[in-house]
């Protein structure tokens, strides 16, 4: 790893500890809640302690003013709800245009297990490739998704951050097993930084007790995107997980602390 590459993930992280939010979703879903006046929500988030967000390429000019001094992470590849398969993530940019646009890292989706398996693959290798050329870190989303695969079964998503360590990535976003003791085997599958997917949203408690449980297993800390831009505070429940990831306080003292409802 170069020196570019750990300078920058010092700036997408606190101490090795990764509160990413991504609001790359409006390619993907259209301008939902949350990403329509996505300035107000990048703001939000990142006074609520986000570490860093993540767009395309192309939401870079509403960004860069309201991000706060925060890390900035451009996603390379993408699909919509309303193509033929949304899990046949096409390229959307390139490391060299996530530089120009001023990011700080680069990720990219795959689905490990899928028909679109081998050519995701590819495309990872070949970003891995251009971004240690240029420095900048690469987050693999590696999710296990594919026919019969269980997306939250530990042996598969302890291969799916495995293949995103081989390809060369630098910090790996992934599914939650359900608990604790199920999510110490996909830690352990890697010596990369494992953080975990947000998912659908569930009630603050949901959220904050599933940070709580992955950071009690090893996990470096999550990649979460609507549970939080599409809460009817951002500022607060991104405080909270900002609390169990960077303050190890119980779920209940992060809900506390963030002015949250204990069953909001």
Do not use: C, W
């Not at 570490?51 to 001094?69: C, E, F, M, S």
């Not at 949304?86 to 646009?101: H, I, L, P, Q, Y």
């Not at 690469?138 to 026919?147: D, I, N």
């Not at 695969?149 to 081989?166: F, K, Q, T, W, Y």
């Amino acid at each position: 790893m170069n020196t570019g590459v750990h300078a920058r993930l010092d700036r997408i992280s606190t101490e090795g500890r990764y509160l990413v939010v991504p609001m790359d979703h409006g390619i993907t879903l259209g301008a939902v809640k949350g990403l329509k006046n996505i300035e107000s929500t990048i703001s939000a988030v990142t006074r609520g302690g986000a570490d860093a967000v993540l767009t395309q390429k192309g939401i870079a000019p509403r960004v860069h003013p309201h991000k706060n001094g925060r890390g900035y992470i451009i996603h390379l590849n993408a699909s919509t709800v309303i193509g033929p398969d949304s899990n046949d993530k096409r390229m959307t940019g390139t490391v060299e245009e996530a530089v120009r646009a001023g990011a700080d890292a680069v990720s990219l989706h795959l689905n490990v297990g899928s028909n679109y398996e081998p050519k995701q693959l590819e495309d990872l290798a070949r970003v891995t490739d251009d971004a240690e050329r240029l420095g900048i870190p690469v987050l693999a989303m590696a999710y296990a998704r594919g026919p019969d695969i269980d997306g939250s079964n530990p042996e598969a998503l302890g291969h799916a951050v495995r293949l995103a360590e081989e390809a060369g990535a630098h910090v790996v976003k992934t599914g939650y097993s359900g608990n604790a003791e199920t999510f110490e085997h996909v830690v352990e599958s890697t010596r990369l930084p494992v953080v975990i997917a947000g998912g659908s949203r569930g009630t603050d408690r949901e959220t904050v007790e599933m940070v709580r449980g992955a950071m009690d297993a090893g996990a470096a800390g999550v990649s979460m995107g609507r549970s939080i831009f599409q809460h009817d505070d951002p500022e607060a429940i991104t405080r909270a997980v900002s609390a169990v990831l960077h303050d190890d306080q119980s779920a209940e003292e992060a809900i506390e602390h963030a002015g949250l409802g204990i069953e909001a």
